[in-house]
């Protein structure tokens, strides 16, 4: 069973275009988050929810909305897509009690290119 | 955000050689985690440093972080194409675990 899923694969949409990126996480975590990772490979952190409650939001232009309906799901909406939104989103989970480094757990990534 | 510097950038050496990939930062960290990443695969954690000093190892590979917990190292001995990916070091800070930009490593036959 895959821990972290998230769906599609591959997106590839026109500017201007509205896009949803799906995520569910079945390991039973409290925290979600989004990442972002640029054809540098630099993964930068845009959101969090801990227990369907944004907690970190980065300076992230507000095109982007994430939605948590519920623990175990944390859905990414961008809006009027444009091309330098184009990389590779993860998501991933993980349990905020250990403050010592808890894993987080990520997805196998959403390719978006936006043309 | 606190910044985490990786070196070197790229690597590539052939099988069998010894290598190491550094991680620094001037913030403390509670902790500091290696990730690999393979070609289309998101991040896969590999080992998790808390106390200053500790080195922690995980078959050929040797983890150490800073006294001061501000750098840590991860050393691979007689390195093999399997260990071909993208090294990832990150620290906590709060809900947010920052991510250094990556050593890419390209072991060769």
């Known amino acids: 069973d895959t821990a972290v899923s998230q769906t599609p694969k591959y997106l590839v949409t026109q500017m201007g275009n509205d896009k949803s990126i799906k995520c569910e996480q079945n390991?039973?975590?409290?925290?979600m988050y989004w990442y972002k990772q640029d054809s540098k490979k630099f993964l930068k952190i845009m959101f969090s929810y801990n227990n369907k409650e944004l907690i970190i939001n980065e300076t992230v232009p507000n095109r982007f909305s994430p939605k948590s309906p519920d623990k175990a799901h944390l859905n990414l909406h961008i809006n009027s897509l444009e091309l330098g939104d184009s990389a590779v989103y993860f998501c991933?989970?993980?349990?905020?009690?250990?403050?010592?480094?808890?894993?987080?757990?990520f997805g196998e990534g959403s390719w978006l290119t936006v043309v | 955000t606190q910044l985490l510097e990786q070196s070197p950038q790229f690597l590539s050496i052939q099988e069998g050689e010894n290598l190491t990939v550094y991680c620094n930062s001037s913030s403390v960290f509670s902790s500091l985690q290696w990730y690999r990443q393979e070609p289309g695969e998101g991040p896969v954690l590999l080992v998790t440093?808390?106390?200053?000093?500790e080195v922690k190892k995980l078959k050929r590979l040797t983890f150490q972080f800073g006294d001061a917990r501000k750098d840590s190292s991860l050393h691979i001995t007689a390195a093999q194409p399997g260990d071909t990916g993208l090294y990832l070091c990150?620290?906590?800070?709060?809900?947010?675990?920052?991510f250094g930009k990556g050593t890419s490593l390209l072991v060769t036959p």
């Open positions: 390991l039973g975590h409290d925290t």
């Open positions: 440093v808390v106390t200053g000093g």
């Open positions: 991933a989970s993980s349990h905020v009690g250990d403050s010592y480094g808890n894993t987080i757990y």
């Open positions: 990150a620290g906590r800070s709060g809900y947010a675990l920052n």
